[in-house]
């Protein structure tokens, strides 16, 4: 089997990582970097750029700049440049394709699949638009698993004994606090929270803004108005963030920033954290409404995992342990754990690791029994949870008045190929002829995993429900033998299901008939009763020859002729009722 790849399609930097001999390792890209900034420009000849290219232009090409374009995923929004308009996934597709391109090249190999890593709070559009970005970049997304999950999956609390993990992610422009409850292999999402205006550019800025004013006081001139030296003191501010990170203090100097004047400044370690002090005080309160969220103190909190470029800072750390009193997780490169984490799921679902993982995703479809012992899907397999999925059923026969809710899981089509979860029955529906009733069937998997079936008559709002106290939990063998099987069988299983639409609608066609011969047993000529009665007889024979192509054609004859006899007998009726009054 070809490579699946695992990427973290982040808001400021992406990264892609693969499996090599049992463990994660990310793929440099093209320029031999491990991250890839998720930046994407054009020139002005039209020339496209990404990643890091597109990122060192940026501040001097900010009209054919797109940065960030994570945070209008699932939204209308569309970047225009010189005329044209992008979609969000378009944008992201650049990033992804880029990323394939450049994994092709390490590999010398194709790649066509991936795992994609998206935010816990991403909606279901969201994650849509992230797979198309995918095939947009011509990569199928095979997984969307949520990023606080990835990263727990690098660190392999899995297989720990650990029941709450906290995870702060704090990247560069956006801060995510996520709460996991690991069980049995299974990551629930128990709360998310954070801020998406906060984030390492905030850092870089106070920096920058600290530097100009400095150089504003000594010469009068405010560089941040001169777009190259804007870019210039950009770089220098994060280059020095960064190196505040594992140094007391730094000398920042850049030459001839503005005609032949040099800016020179020393900052120490203790200044940096000054100036944003305020920055990292906006971290504890989406932490502890995420906790209070999840019902969750931080003594019950079994592991703290930083995630993102910026939990590299000392007091991100400090104040991880001041506010959580735990040793946060960093064993890892924050910025690549979710991509690792992203590699190991591709690995367990290419069957190379034999872990069994059942992430926070609906591993099988769930659905109920309909008319013929066939399978109507409401969730797909790979939902992501929590999900709320309903459709409308209606009776299979006249004056039916109760309908049993047979509840499923599986891929084949007919219900004796798949795992039956449960029954139960709604009653009281109003008398009416087949077909006439609405019943609304919504599943519901709540982030905890409590499965919820509701059935409800929709003209007199009778309900009934059952839950199920976890979504149903197969193994990992049990799940990929059943998806094996669905497509194995999937010609066979698709010939049967026609073969019993047929056979559903001989009988109601076959009902009707016998309605029109009694409508209009006053009225029909003979030879058309006949006709109707030999009609009737060569679908059954059909059927019970198993000619089933034949038989549907003869559905077809039978019914134009009842369509056509049907307005005879009506117009007949009305004649006959004028001649009485
Ligand atoms: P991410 O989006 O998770 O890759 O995070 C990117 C952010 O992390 C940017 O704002 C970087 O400046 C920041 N970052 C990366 N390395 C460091 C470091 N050593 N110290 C502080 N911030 C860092």
Redesign the pocket.
Known sequence: MNKIIGIDL????S?AAFMNNGRPEIIPNAEGGR?TP?VVAFTSEGRQLTGSMARTQAVANPERTVASIKRRMGTDYRVEIDGKKFSPPEISGFILRKIREDAEEFFSEKIEKAVVTVPAYFNDNQRQATIEAGARAGLEVIRIINEPTSASLAYGLHRQDVHYVLIW??????FDVSVLELGNGVFEVKAVGGDTRL???D??RRIMDYLARGFEKRYGVDVRKDRTALQRLKEAS?KA??????TEAVDIRIPFIWKNKDLEFSLSRGQFEDLTGDLLKKMVEPTNRALADAGLAPPLINRVVL???????PAVQRLARELLGKEPCQDLN??EV?ALGAAIQAGILAGKIKDVVLLDVTPLSLGIETEGSLFSGIIKRNTTIPVTRGLIFTTAKNNQTQVDIHVLQGERLLVSDNISLGKFELNDIPLGARGEARIEVTFRIDANGIFQVKAQDLYTETEKSIRFNSSPRLTGDEINRMIEEARIHAGEDQKRKEEIQIGIQAESMIQAARVLLEEGKDTLENADEDEIEKRILSIKTCLSRGEYQEAGAKITELKEMLEVLSATVERKKKVKAVRVS
């Open positions: 982040g808001t400021t930097f990264a991250l998720s992610d704090l990247g560069g422009g956006t984030g390492g550019d850092w870089d994060e963030k960064k190196d505040l990170s594992i995630v993102g470029g910026s939990t590299r800072m924050p910025d979710v």
